[in-house]
């Protein structure tokens, strides 16, 4: 996830190649299960190399640092999605937030990720009437 | 002792008198909203600075500029500005403060709508 503002502005960066290999013979199987919903969840996903949440429930499981696979962190605890953001190019990204740490990660969305799930979590500050009424009836 | 007690009396002063400049539109801020809250992002464009760790906690040695990139909801229903650091990509979670940009609040709440990766027409049917 980490870019500079300069390759922002011109081109993105490609997508961080994946050289731990959690499939083929990797150190689990094929498929994870979701620590929230408990659904079980294949590695491959549609349009991005690193899945890193459920597409039910798109909670996710804080093992990385900063590097998408590196397995870095010994915190372990569910990560929530707290928010949604967009890249400049539309791309979103869900910020996740760790329950156990309350440490802030951003991924992007996979190609099958439940729609619902998504734009709920991108209408939740819209949802609340008080603040968006006071946002909107101070513009 | 007593340069010491002046240091702290200087630090103090600075303290509640405190303004800082913004690191990317240059308004010069005070440290402290109206009702007393400390600020951490300037109130018209939103950017931070990187000068707290946000993990280890004390001050950073990062001292990047911070853009505001989404907004999030606690439970209470108070609006949270997730800044990351254009240098180290840190992500920090700040409490909007009562002067802020509303403009800029309410772009960025609605900014995933604009461009949404699906069409946005099935869901009237729900």
Not at chain 2, 40 to 45: D, R, T
């Given at each position: 996830m980490s870019r500079n503002s300069n390759s922002s502005r011109r081109r993105r960066r490609p997508q961080r190649r994946k050289d731990v290999l959690h499939t083929q013979g990797g150190h689990r199987a094929n498929d994870f299960r979701c620590t929230s919903c408990r659904l079980d969840v294949s590695l491959d996903a549609p349009g991005t190399a690193h899945r890193n949440h459920c597409p039910n429930c798109l909670a996710s499981l804080h093992v990385d640092r900063k590097i998408p696979g590196d397995r870095d962190a010994d915190c372990r605890g569910r990560m929530e999605a707290l928010g949604m953001s967009v890249r400049p190019d539309g791309e979103w990204l869900i910020i996740h937030q760790c329950a156990s740490c309350g440490e802030l990660s951003a991924n992007r969305i996979a190609g099958d990720d439940n729609p619902l799930a998504l734009v709920r979590l991108a209408l939740r500050p819209l949802a609340d009437p008080k603040a968006a009424g006071r946002a909107l009836l101070t513009l | 002792m007593s340069s010491h007690t002046n240091h702290n009396t200087n630090t103090t002063n600075t303290l509640s008198l405190g303004t800082f400049a913004c690191a990317w539109c240059g308004l010069t801020v005070s440290a402290y909203a109206a009702d007393g809250a400390p600020r951490?992002?300037?109130?018209?464009?939103l950017h931070s600075r990187h000068v707290l760790d946000h993990v280890e906690g004390g001050p950073s040695d990062c001292e990047g500029r911070m853009s505001p990139i989404a907004i999030a909801v606690l439970r209470t229903g108070d609006w949270m500005v997730i800044h990351r650091c254009v240098r180290c990509d840190e992500l920090t979670s700040n409490p909007v403060c009562v002067d802020d940009n509303q403009l800029i609040l309410m772009r960025m709440a609605v900014r995933p709508l604009a461009q949404p990766p699906f069409p946005l027409e099935a869901f009237g049917t729900l």
């Open positions: - | 951490n992002h300037c109130p018209s464009c």
